[in-house]
């Protein structure tokens, strides 16, 4: 793994963890084994944001399953000799740790990773028990600051060399 993956693998890794901080078991509902997609999933149903990165992660997961069984029903050949003589460069596998972080990194990727925590932060009282990092009056809103879409789209196409959402 280079540093740049690696740097974004921390840094998502650091958000999701300050996210999962003292989340009320109510918030994690179903999803217990990811506490990430349950409070996405949650706040999605009622903040548009969140919904569309519900929407484009289940889009990737799908992506993915279906990429996966594609290469497991043609053996090893390569992807591209399957798919429409465009020149568009075929789906690539996700890796593990990428659909660790899917829910924190597609919503970075989106630009609107900050708005989705400024909501976590606004309405924490939902979701985090009183002695939580999000609940916190001082600590909530400075990690919402901190992810600024303009500084998180800067780092990342600084660091990764990416195409971030075009969103502003």
């Not at 890796?95 to 919503?107: D, L, P």
Request: hydrophobic share 35%.
């Amino acid at each position: 793994m280079n540093g740049q993956h690696k740097f974004l693998q921390q840094h998502t890794a650091a958000i999701e963890a300050c996210l999962g901080h003292l989340l009320k078991r109510r918030a994690a509902g179903f999803l217990r084994s990811d506490k990430i997609a349950a409070l996405f999933t949650k706040v999605g149903k009622v903040y548009d944001a969140a919904g569309e990165i519900c929407r484009k992660v289940q889009e990737q997961l799908q992506q993915q399953a279906d990429l996966n069984r594609r290469t497991q029903s043609v053996g090893h050949e390569p992807l591209r000799r399957q798919g429409s003589s465009t020149t568009s460069r075929p789906p690539q596998p996700l890796s593990a740790q990428a659909i660790k972080h899917i829910w924190v990194r597609t919503a970075l990727f989106e630009k609107v990773l900050d708005k989705i925590v400024q909501y976590i932060v606004d309405n924490s009282s939902k979701y985090y028990e009183k002695e939580a990092l999000m609940h916190d009056s001082v600590f909530g809103p400075i990690l919402a600051a901190l992810l600024d879409s303009t500084q998180s789209a800067a780092i990342c196409k600084r660091y990764f060399h990416c195409q971030c959402g075009s969103r502003s």
